[in-house]
Each structure stands twice: as C-alpha cells, then as structure tokens.
C-alpha cells in the first residue's frame, strides 16, 4: 500500500495490561492501524539527514496528551467514535505527505531518517471511566502513561538494522462521558517542542479544514556519519513526579519581589518560576548543600532566521550554576538565568554545528559532582489552542517521568498560570512540597 491507512490484524489487547496498573480505570485497546503518506514520499527526499544537535538529542519520545470534551450529548455513540478516528486518520495521511520524516524510520546509525513512508502507529481505545475522574481526580492524574501506547512515554527506541520503530504514535482514547483524549508521542530526535507544536497545529488545521496550515520548513543539510551521540538519559525510575499550579498573581508578586531585592530588570513568569523550582529542589536535597546546574534549553529559530516552521531540533541550552549557599537567593539566580538567556544573543552560532561539546560539558560537571537539573518550558506555546474541528482542548499535558531532577513548565488551559511538572526523588519531593515557597505559591494537583 503506497499511502493512507493500513490495519493490522494483530492483537494488541495484551500490551495495555502492565500499562493500567497505575490508572484506576480500565483502558482497553480497541483498534491498531498504521497510517501512512497520502502521497509517496520523492525518492529525492531520502534520507533526511539529521543535524548535530538533532543526534544528540535524547532518543526518546515525547508524550503529550490533549483532553477534548464531549461537543454534543450524542458524541458517545458508536458513529461519532467512528467519525473522529477517521477524519483524524485522514487528515494525518495527508499532513505526513508534507511531514514526511515523521513517517520513516531512525536509522541504526541514528544519524539520519530512511524517509520510507512505514507510517505512524494509530490505537483507539475505550477507558472505562469519565474525563472528569481523570482530570479532577488527583490519584488518577498522578498517571496519564494509560492514555499512550506502552513503551511511548519516555522511552528510548528500538534502533535497529531492521528499522521497525515507528517516529511517531498516537492513542486516541474514548471516555464513558463521550470525550476523547489524544496522546501523541513523537520522537525528540527529530523534532523539538516548537517542531511538535507546529506539527499538531498543522494536522488540526488539515482535520478542521480551516486553511490556516503553515507549510513545514526544512533546512538542508550533510549527511556526517562521524556523528556519535552521547546519551545522558535515565532509565531509572527511583524517583515520584507531581504537579502544582501557580497563578499569575502569586508570580506577579513572586516578581515584583525579585525586582525589589535584586534589581532585576522586568523578570518573566517562566524565570522567577523556575528560580524557585530551583532554590526549592536545592534546598529540600536529601543530600544536603553540594553544587549544582541547571540546564534549560532555548528556541534559537529567532536567532537562526527560520521560522517557527522548522522542522527538527533548533534549541541551544544555557547553564546557571549554583556553587555555594550564598548563590541560592531568588534575585542572585533570577539574576543569572536572565544573564545567561541574554548570553544567547551574541552566542557564535557556529559552535551548534558540534552539539557534541554540549554533552561534553554536562559530563564534566557530573565528574565534578555537580547535582543536574533540567527545565523546560512550553509555556507561550498555543497547544490550548489546537483544534481539530470540535474545539479547543480542556487540558493539554505531558505524560509523568523522563528523568529527575526535571521540571517542565506548561500554561494552565484558560491562561491564568502555570502548571509545573517537577520529577524529585520521594524523599526531596516530600521535603520541596513543605517547602514555605511552594506552599505559598503554589496548588498541588497531586
């Protein structure tokens, strides 16, 4: 089959049972297809050569999930299910004819993708419960890893001379109440948060017919089979993940106190928030005080002159360290993450033409003995907006765990704050949630 939808005949019901243990819901698989191009992709085309940061970007995938409600009191039936996996199945067929590198295959090298159309993995499935159980409830949002097909969320892929994993999965999930829960899983090899979101704004606009599509950007490039990545993620599940609301208006007066005490010109919500995950996580360490950086990427297409269509891995990192006690105030690091940030602006951009150094880095400080934390931040990113064709998703959100250490920043769904996602230790996690800071500042959804 040259392109479209193609349905597997395998059973898939049993790879859903390790994967609801934590979910006190039933999800169960219902369907499995692979959808691939519209049209065949132009031998011309492949492969897609990946760059040097794109090679050393960790080789797993990305799980996001968007929680549509129900549009109409007989969205539940038989034949509105129907109508959605099958304009979404469509609608995907011919987005992947212009995103055609998300529907190959990683090379075993890793360093460029076989653009041969094997197609993206699409499962419906049916969870025994209502939205609101999952959303309102927080035992059961403590895991959304349900709502994704196992071996999506976090998890590296299977690169091997056969070419079998696919760069992309989608679980579309039917609620009891009629509404549906899209998890989408896209590898981070080929594509970054600003790439995902475009992506998904693309297909949404291809589902609804809006019109409003924005053609993809590719930016050539060689092929280096000299490229050799250097891995810094953590298989290790010793650590617990949970979220907390901050509205703005504690940010506002979390900023408004920065710039009073340290002379910081105009801080962000994104920067005093992740000052204080910092500060808070340091603080609670079961290890006592011992140095620390945090490292947090940064869009680069502004600088690179492309647009926000790019396609593929146009981020750069900017470290802030934390050497001694008297580093750890709110203005002294609200004062380097900026200072750090605006270091990027006369960043020589020829050194992301060896992203190799950044890793390089990173295993110099943990030889140093350097704690490591990470954040990222797709807040401004307009995923509350994506809509398909029968509105605006309730709630978007990652799926828990990655790494730890790890806090990721997302706008809540009506804009009024930030929901932050923070990956401790239990112990540190325990010791951050008494935290006067975070007590004071912040709602706790689980």
């Keep these: 089959m040259k392109g479209g939808i193609m349905h597997k005949t395998m059973n898939i019901r049993s790879i859903f049972k390790s994967a609801t243990r934590q979910l006190h819901a039933k999800v169960s698989a219902t369907s499995q297809t692979v959808v691939r191009p519209a049209l065949s992709t132009p031998s011309n085309l492949k492969p897609y050569n990946l760059s040097s940061v794109d090679v050393h970007t960790p080789n797993i995938y990305i799980p996001i999930v968007l929680f549509f409600p129900c549009p109409s009191a007989s969205a539940h039936t038989l034949a509105n299910k129907a109508n959605y996996a099958d304009r979404l199945k469509r609608s995907l067929a011919q987005t992947l004819t212009t995103y055609y590198p998300f529907a190959g295959r990683l090379s075993s090298s890793g360093t460029y993708v076989d653009c041969n159309d094997h197609g993206v993995e699409f499962l419906e499935s049916q969870v025994t419960c209502t939205m609101s159980e999952i959303l309102e409830n927080p035992r059961n949002h403590s895991s959304l890893s349900p ?15 056969n070419n079998s994993s ?9 609620f009891e109440c009629g509404g549906i829960a899209m998890a989408v899983s896209v590898t981070h090899r080929i594509t970054d948060g600003c ?16 019109g409003e599509q924005v053609e993809p950007h590719y930016v050539s490039r060689p092929y280096e089979s000299v490229l050799t990545p250097i891995e810094l993620y953590s298989s290790e599940n010793n650590w617990i993940t949970k979220r907390f609301v901050f509205h703005n208006s504690n940010l506002a007066n ?16 994104v920067e005093v928030l992740t000052a204080l995950l910092y500060k808070s996580s340091i603080a609670a360490s079961q290890s006592g005080f011992s140095p620390s950086v945090l490292i947090q990427p940064a869009d680069m297409r502004a600088r690179l002159m492309i647009p926000n269509s790019a396609v593929g891995n146009f981020y750069w990192w900017f470290m802030t360290q934390v050497r001694n006690e008297g580093e750890m105030t709110l203005h002294a690091l609200n004062n380097q993450i900026k200072k750090r940030k605006m270091e990027l ?3 020589d951009l020829s050194t992301m033409d060896d992203a190799k150094l950044l890793g390089l880095t990173v295993m110099e400080f943990i030889k140093q003995k350097y704690e490591i934390y990470m954040c990222s931040s797709l807040c401004n990113f307009p995923l509350n907006k994506v809509d398909f064709g029968w509105g605006k998703p309730i709630k978007v959100s990652l799926a828990e765990g990655g790494w730890p250490n790890k806090f990721v920043l997302m706008d809540t769904p009506n804009g009024d704050g930030i929901e932050a996602m923070v990956s401790l230790d239990e112990e540190t996690m325990s010791r951050f949630e008494s935290d006067e800071n975070i007590l004071t500042s912040a709602s706790i959804l689980q």
Aim: charged share 10%; glycine share 6%.
């Design 147 to 161: 709502l994704f097909r196992p071996g999506s969320v976090w998890n590296a892929l299977n690169i091997n001379n």
């Design 166 to 174: 696919p760069l992309m999965i989608v679980q579309l999930n039917h």
């Design 195 to 210: 790439g995902l979101c475009t992506f998904l704004a693309h297909w949404a606009s291809v589902c609804s017919q809006s």
């Design 254 to 269: 979390i900023k408004s106190m920065v710039s009073k005490q340290g002379l910081v010109e105009n801080p962000t919500r």
């Design 345 to 347: 602006r006369n960043m």
